[in-house]
């Protein structure tokens, strides 16, 4: 079996936790935060990215990155699903994974939160997560996944803000 | 003292080994790693990224490489180091480093090889050398370097092939 491609995917810009006045699970994507995230979809879909599936948090500012990226095409599908929440762990994510690559061969997009990003994909390529890697909001990284023991054998293709993927004259 | 900013630029696409007649030291981009560089370097001067130094190893294709960086306006200077060979050491380039960075704030561009530039990001990021992060030729990885104990201690915050840097329609 080959090397999964998965992609994980932080949320856009959403309405700061100390302003808002529901739960934490339902703040929103503010203007910008939709803005940026809909150019970043149309920037993947530019590249030529194609993604098998989505799956993504249910937390209201994931859910509505994710609805964004289904809306512009980068894939046909979206779940969602608890294991992308803040409390979610890698293990049972990976669990998942193993079950799911068993009938798909195409690329899995993660929209998700941070530090578990970010320290999921310091675990998959190292084997530890030191929190040493930068994702942004509406930033993207690209691991591949091999079948057996993904834990410190990943590897990492790709990792970037949202500023560095825009074009220059696109940035707000 | 803050974080330095370092990148890492892997040479452009050069001429194969098994075909060039010369040494291996002296083997030039090809056409289409010479277009490609320049349509990166272009992109970053877009991106807004300020360079205050690239440093560059000697041998042809890296030095090419430098040199379209510096001519397209990247940075207003180069040097060229065999700190940067193929048979450079990361120790011996950090301790130049902790020099550098002593009269220098700005942000520095190391021109160099593989598996050399992508082994180094895991020993500054996680601390130890698994061949676990993939860096395309023109392609650019982004670090945050502490002054005391970089190894291990060092953030990664850009990890780009050229693919996803250039717009879609300007790949070939």
């Excluded at 940026?36 to 990155?65: C, F, H, N, W």
């Amino acid at each position: 079996m080959t090397d999964l491609t998965v992609f994980f995917f932080r949320h856009g810009i959403a309405v700061e936790r100390e302003v808002f006045e529901g739960s934490d699970s339902d703040r929103p994507l503010t203007a910008k935060g939709e803005k940026k995230t809909y150019q970043i979809a149309r920037r993947l879909l530019d590249l030529g990215i194609e993604i098998e599936l989505i799956l993504s948090s249910p937390l209201v500012r994931a859910r509505q990155t994710a609805e964004i990226l289904l809306e512009v095409g980068v894939a046909p599908d979206l779940m969602i699903s608890d294991l992308l929440a803040p409390s979610g762990s890698l293990q049972e994510w990976l669990h998942w994974l193993s079950h799911w690559r068993q009938e798909h061969e195409g690329a899995l997009m993660a929209v998700g939160h941070e530090p578990n990003l970010s320290h999921w994909t310091e675990l998959l390529i190292c084997g530890k997560a030191l929190g040493h890697i930068q994702l942004k909001k509406a930033g993207i990284i690209g691991l591949k996944v091999p079948a057996t023991d993904p834990l410190g054998n990943s590897q990492l293709f790709w990792l970037t803000p949202p500023k560095f993927l825009l074009n220059g004259s696109g940035l707000t």
